[in-house]
């Protein structure tokens, strides 16, 4: 016969003896090995751990984010600026041309005029001649004016955060926002105006609109409600007490009294602390309004 290994426990057995009257066998079956405990706390601990991993890799991501939006805010900027420069630069240039060609102007309509008195007509036709060409230079020259008044016009508004989201508005709507400048400077407000016009349209009111800028100032916080400011000097109505729900019935049809332990100690079963927790009362509640409603209906517990 083999020895046991040393340190090794041996396995439990449990003999049943078959049934009376039956061949006199032996049935030997191994216990079963009773089922781990699991770990609650290494469960907890991983979770918990993956958690902090999971909220380290949003705020990097939004940091990341960040980062990259205000290093292309910076580099808008900078581009903006650098455009502004240079169509100041271009305006520059352009009123000094328009002061070249009133002086070309001037002199040609002296020419002609001195040309017409001494009977030069062939100077006055040059004169004349040179009228028409400043005059053609000179219309050219505004027309770039413009051009260059509308493009300063873009780089202002690019260089500018509040002028750039106001420039798709309209012109009722770009009113209020620019009374209202943190709309756009401050993220949380320009999440909460985007949640109001929504909140508008989804009540049927129209953009642009008296009622549309009054709902505006309300959501904003910019004015109060008509009917909350109203009701500011009015009493609040008495505070009522939450009676107690039906006990839970059983399935022999009789509603469960709670358990007494003595005293004033009330034993209540899962179900009707579930209903406590469901109507915002505490057990202790709970039991005090069952027991009072038996003691009115002349109920008597055991």
Not at 85 to 105: K, P, Q
Not at 170 to 188: F, L, Y
Request: proline share 6%; net charge negative; hydrophobic share 40%.
């Amino acid at each position: 016969m083999a020895k046991n290994e040393p340190n090794k426990p041996e396995d439990e057995i449990e003999v049943a003896a078959a049934e009376p009257g039956a061949d006199a066998d032996v049935t030997v079956e191994a216990a079963a090995e009773p089922a781990a405990e699991p770990d609650w706390k290494a469960q907890f601990e991983g979770a918990q751990q993956k958690i902090a991993e999971a909220e380290a890799k949003r705020a990097e991501a939004e940091r990341l984010a960040q980062a990259r939006a205000d290093e292309l805010d910076r580099a808008q900027k900078e581009s903006a600026k650098t455009r502004s420069a240079a169509v100041s630069a271009e305006m520059l240039a352009i009123d000094n041309a328009i002061a070249n060609t009133e002086h070309e102007r001037n002199d040609a309509k002296a020419a002609y005029k001195t040309a017409m008195e001494a009977g030069d007509f062939e100077a006055a036709a040059e004169a004349q001649a040179k009228l028409s060409e400043v005059a053609v230079k000179a219309q050219r020259i505004k027309e770039g004016k413009a051009e260059l008044e509308r493009r300063a016009e873009a780089a202002k508004v690019q260089a500018d955060p509040l002028e750039q989201y106001v420039a798709q508005l309209s012109p009722q709507s770009a009113a209020w926002i620019r009374k209202h400048p943190e709309t756009v400077s401050d993220t949380a407000k320009r999440d909460l105006l985007q949640r109001a016009h929504y909140k508008a349209l989804g009540a049927g009111i129209r953009p642009d609109t008296d009622e549309y800028f009054q709902h505006m100032d309300v959501e904003m916080g910019y004015a109060q409600r008509q009917a909350a400011a109203d009701d500011i000097d009015d009493d609040p109505p008495p505070a009522r007490t939450p009676a107690a729900p039906a006990a839970p019935v059983s399935r022999g049809g009789a509603a469960q009294a709670p358990q007494p332990r003595g005293g004033n100690v009330v034993r209540l079963t899962a179900a009707q602390r579930e209903i406590a927790a469901a109507c915002g009362m505490t057990d202790a509640e709970y039991a005090k309004q069952l027991l009072a409603i038996q003691r009115e209906n002349g109920a008597t517990t055991h």
